[in-house]
């Protein structure tokens, strides 16, 4: 079918192409025929065409030689007379691209020899497509490249000649370029791609296009080659960071190396183009110490000291860069965050030290401030101090606080304070700090000297040297140095109408009290003075104290007789009636004893009589009495010495001597001036009679003008006076205080008396003196006068003659 379909097209063809052949060309022959005709195809009969019987044709050996070429194209069909085709005939193979394809062959008969040339023109048939030289054109384009430029292709190629060759090339479409035919000499057609919109490698890195060779051959052929297009990098892109700004917070003290944040920062480039490392940029110094920036990866890290109070926020510009220096920047702000990591500090504004005792309450003594550098509650900070203390701190403004008192200071019981204050922060923890001040209180003179006792009592034996220490005072003052220094001094006064300062003196440092002479018991035994403690402060202090001085007595006197007078002196005789019965009263010894007590307590011994067992003495009245009645043969003149003795230790004595007269009548006494004393003692003697009669007179008036009264007082008198004794006032040294017969004493003293137990007899014992002045009026010993005439009438009972005399502080040493 094929075949048929072939052949018949191969005649049409031939004939329409032939015939104007056949009628130009003369004596040869030639046929036009196209190429590719299938073998066997007849291409015309040369034997009608030459005119040769086509029945000799096998017998001349017709044959067909191919001028110049070894390959046999065509054949004759014997039997018929055909030029036919024997192999295939290709154009493009015999002839390439020359525009006429002339294949020569030689038609040779034999018997006879006989040559005819035959032409055979090959025409073209579109059998070829245009084809490119590759299937694949790769491109690299910069993207950076500009709009408009261009790029040639390879051309595509097209074995056909004429109208079969390449007529056209077509590009896919595609948004970058467009195709432009270059009409070039010689028919040839190039073709270039022109840029029509700017590359983007970061969007499309590579483009596909598809170009299309088409001839002008019908049916038409086409022939097709990819195009790939690279689109090359160019460094068109800055890196991008993620955040226009980038915010962290860090707390302060972060360690070193503590990742803060990282940044990040894309470039579209690729390669170096988009390799990004990453900078600080601009910062201050101590920003980058802080901080550091990793240039690859972008991490922030902490590199240095994060002080929040040096430095609270952190504001750095970064930069991010790519290979070729293209950047772009972004902001870093790191907010530091607190942390309690300052103790607060505490400052003494001012401070009061020493501050004076007596400051009254609330009283500033200092003014302290506090400051914390954190913030927030981390730099809220309270203070307080101590509490059992006298102070208080009182909240002023803001973080200052004012050190007050808060009571009264007493230096002598606290004298200095060890404050402490402690701040503390409200973080958490919290911390601390406190601070130790020492605040002394300085010395007000706020206090007397106190005498360590209420009154001080001194006792001295008289006749102490002078000089000799009778007791010693102290006081204290707890006030500090010359406010608490105190010094002694006895206040002036009198004793006895002279100065204390006579009899006693202080030192003033010690205390210690001396006498100043030698005292006397006999003169005074007790007597007060006023010390004073004064301290040294401005103005001084002081209180005073009583010192009483209670002189203690020694024997130092010897019994002093007043009657008789004294061995040797004694003028006196008595008379004894010669009727007298025993036990009558004769005489009495009267003796007085300045001391005191014991001391002063007599005893009385006769020591030598002329008739021994005659008379006996009182011990402790001085009575002298009969012993038994008076006989004729009693000697007239009785001699007895008498001796006094005191109780003390030891104890002293003096003697008398008494003489008495047996007689009812001093006439019968011839003897009495012998009996008597030297001349020298008459004129004397006169005198003193004298004076005891005067005073005799007046006693006895007196006695009977009080006996009257007593007498009309209790009709019944007690005081009975039987002995005519009478002393003499002018026997009595002065000073002695006489009492008279009622008991009342005339003495600036007063003395305590009592009977000494176990006797009867009226011995009075000095106990106790007391100075008047020394003692309260409702002290005093209240002796009214009855107590005294008890005492008497008691005595009386006892005794029939009786005169008492009551002795005071007689002194008769010194007068
Ligand atoms: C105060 O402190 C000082 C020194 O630490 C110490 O010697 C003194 O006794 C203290 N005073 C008081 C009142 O605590
Ligand atoms: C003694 O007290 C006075 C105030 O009475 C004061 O001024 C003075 O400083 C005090 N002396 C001493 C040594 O403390
Ligand atoms: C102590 O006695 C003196 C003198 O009599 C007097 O001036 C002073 O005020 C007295 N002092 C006291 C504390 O009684």
């Known amino acids: 079918m094929g075949h048929k379909g072939l052949h018949s097209a191969g005649v049409v063809c031939g004939l329409s192409l032939i015939l ?55 054949d004759i069909n014997p039997s018929k007379g055909d030029l036919i085709v024997a192999e295939r005939i290709d154009r493009e193979a015999l002839c390439g691209k020359k525009a006429s394809c002339l294949l020569k062959l030689d038609l040779v008969l034999e018997n006879p020899l006989e040559l005819h040339r035959i032409s055979l023109h090959i025409q073209d048939i579109n059998d070829n497509s245009p084809l490119f030289k590759k299937d694949i054109i790769k491109m690299e384009i910069h993207e950076s490249t500009e709009k408009g430029a261009r790029f040639s292709l390879d051309e595509a190629h097209d074995a056909d000649i004429g109208e079969n060759t390449v007529k056209g090339y077509s590009l896919q479409n595609n948004g970058n370029f467009v195709l432009n035919i270059d009409p070039k000499s010689g028919g040839r057609k190039f073709s270039e791609l ?22 002008g051959g019908a049916p038409q052929r086409s022939g097709t080659v990819e195009i790939h297009v690279t689109v090359l990098d160019a460094n068109d892109n800055a890196p991008v960071f993620s955040q226009a700004a980038y915010k962290a917070s860090l707390p302060e003290n972060s360690p070193l190396g503590t990742t803060v944040i990282t940044v990040s920062a894309t470039d579209a480039d690729e390669g170096v183009n988009g390799e990004v490392t990453y900078e600080l940029d601009h910062v201050l110094d101590e920003s980058r ?31 991010a860069k790519d290979g070729l220096g293209l950047a772009s920047y972004s902001t870093l702000i790191i907010d530091i965050t607190d942390v309690n990591d300052n103790t607060p500090v505490i400052f003494i504004q001012s401070f009061t030290n020493p501050i004076p005792e007596n400051v009254p309450p609330g009283t500033e003594v200092g003014i302290i401030n506090v400051q914390d550098e954190d913030s927030d509650n981390n730099r809220q900070v309270s203070c307080f101090i101590q509490q059992n203390i006298p102070l208080k701190l009182v909240p002023s403004i803001k973080n200052y606080y004012s050190l007050v008192t808060t009571g009264q200071l007493d230096r ?68 500090w140095r010359q406010n608490g220094t105190v010094i002694y001094s006895i206040l002036p006064g009198e004793v006895n109408g002279a100065p204390v300062s006579s009899y006693l003196s202080v030192n003033g440092d010690t205390g210690l009290i001396h006498a100043v002479r030698s005292l006397d018991y006999e003169q005074f035994r007790s007597f007060k003075v006023h010390v004073m403690a004064r301290d040294n402060g401005s103005p001084p202090l002081s209180s005073n104290v009583t010192v009483s ?36 009263l004769v005489s009495k010894v009267i003796a007085v004893d300045a001391d005191s007590g014991q001391n002063a307590w007599l005893s009385y011994h006769i020591v030598k009589s002329t008739d021994p067992g005659l008379f ?52 019968e006494v ?56 009478a002393i003499p006032s002018a026997y009595l040294p002065p000073n002695y205080a006489e009492v008279d017969g009622t008991g009342t004493l005339r003495s600036t003293y007063n003395y305590d008396a009592y009977l000494t137990t176990g006797s009867r007899t009226s011995d009075f014992k000095f106990v106790r003196s007391y100075n008047d002045n020394t003692l309260p009026a409702d002290q005093t010993l209240r002796k009214s006068p009855s107590d005294f005439a008890v005492a008497f009438g008691d005595s009386d009972s006892s005794s029939e003659v ?11 040493k010194l007068q």
């Open 412 to 479: 002598e019981l606290v004298s200095d304070y060890n404050i402490t204050i402690t701040a503390t922060d409200e973080g958490s923890p919290p911390l601390f700090s406190s601070k130790s001040v020492h605040l002394s209180v300085a010395d007000v003179n706020d206090n007397p000297p106190v005498f360590e006792e209420q009154s001080y009592n001194a006792y001295v034996t008289e006749n102490n040297k002078p000089g000799s220490t009778l007791c010693s005072v102290s006081a204290l003052d707890p006030d």
């Open 289 to 319: 110490n802080a901080f550091s920036l990793n240039q690859k990866t972008g991490e922030v890290r902490v590199n240095g000291p994060i002080d929040y109070e040096e430095e609270s926020s952190y504001e750095i510009r970064i930069s």
């Open 616 to 667: 006996t003495i009182g011990l402790h009245s001085g009575e002298i009495r009969t012993q038994r009645d008076i006989s004729e043969s009693d000697n007239m003149k009785q001699n007895l010495i008498v001796t006094v003795k005191d109780n003390g230790q030891p104890s002293l004595s003096a003697t008398c001597s008494m003489y008495l007269l047996i007689s009812d009548n001093l006439a």
């Open 20 to 74: 104007p052949l056949l009628r130009s060309v003369y004596g040869d022959i030639s046929y036009s025929f196209p190429e590719e005709m299938k073998q066997g195809s007849v291409i015309g009969n040369i034997a009608k065409d030459l005119g040769l019987d086509v029945g000799r044709l096998s017998a001349r050996k017709a044959r067909i030689d191919t001028v110049g070429k070894t390959r046999r194209y065509c």
């Open 194 to 215: 022109v840029l029509e919109k700017k590359l983007d490698r970061e969007n499309q890195q590579q483009i596909n296009l598809l170009l299309t060779a088409e001839d």
């Open 549 to 584: 001085v209670f002189i203690t007595d020694v024997n130092d006197n010897s019994p002093q007789i007043l009657y008789p007078a004294p061995e040797g002196h004694s003028f006196m005789t008595e008379l004894v009636p010669k009727a007298a019965h025993g036990g009558s």
């Open 670 to 725: 011839p003897e009495l001036k012998d009996m008597s004393y030297d001349e020298t003692n008459s004129k004397l003697t006169s005198y003193l009679i004298i004076a005891l009669v005067s005073v005799s007179t007046f006693f006895l008036t007196f006695i009977t003008v009080i006996l009257g009264v007593r007498f009309c007082r209790r009709r019944k008198p007690r005081l009975l006076f039987d002995g005519a004794v």
């Open 802 to 812: 009786g005169h008492y005399l009551y002795y005071t502080h007689a002194n008769t």
